[in-house]
């Protein structure tokens, strides 16, 4: 999980110093190589951009993942098991770049279906599949979402729903809270 720390006003580095101050002195374990500030960092692969309100993949995770697929390209031939193995950081890569996730599905009903050891020749489909997730790694608009945001809902029931039962009559209904009721 990550440990950003926020803060803001006139008093924002006084804040963030008692803030570790206070995880130093309660014994909360700090990377310090790992400490540093700013807007825009990234974390255990994920990119944050606080300023344009974006996130997404690190820049070097992202290169990584778009390199083995162009190699893979290239040369018109996959590992299977090698595959396999890259799987998991193209999963990764997924956990932050949402438009990947349907594409892996072809993906693992290949390599499910072959044996692993052997170099095969790369499927057109999952060719097309590489071309396109090689441009979603190189593309920034792409890569980095923005941040969602939310609509602050009031408090209270959202929604309130009811049924019955009597007989051959069954019936079931429901209203939005939110919304004065329609006649």
């Not at 909360?28 to 951009?49: E, N, R």
């Not at 396999?84 to 693992?108: D, Q, S, T």
Request: charged content about 25%.
């Amino acid at each position: 999980r990550s440990s950003d720390l926020l803060a803001s006003g006139d008093e924002a580095h006084e804040n963030l110093l008692v803030a570790v101050y206070f995880m130093e002195v309660m014994g909360v374990p700090l990377a310090w190589p790992k400490t540093y500030g700013g807007l825009s960092y990234d974390w255990i692969g994920f990119w944050q951009d606080l300023h344009r309100f974006k996130t997404g993949l690190s820049l070097s995770r992202a290169n990584w993942v778009a390199e083995w697929l162009q190699r893979r390209l290239m040369e018109g031939r996959v590992i299977p098991d090698e595959l396999r193995e890259v799987l998991g950081r193209i999963n990764f890569a997924a956990l932050a770049i949402r438009i990947l996730r349907p594409f892996m599905g072809p993906i693992y009903a290949w390599i499910s279906a072959v044996p692993g050891k052997d170099s095969l020749r790369l499927p057109n489909m999952l060719q097309l599949i590489f071309r396109f997730m090689i441009k979603v790694m190189k593309e920034d608009d792409m890569r980095l979402a923005d941040v969602p945001t939310y609509e602050r809902v009031p408090p209270g029931p959202a929604f309130r729903s009811d049924a019955h039962a009597e007989g051959n009559s069954v019936g079931i209904g429901g209203w939005d809270c939110r919304k004065p009721p329609q006649e």
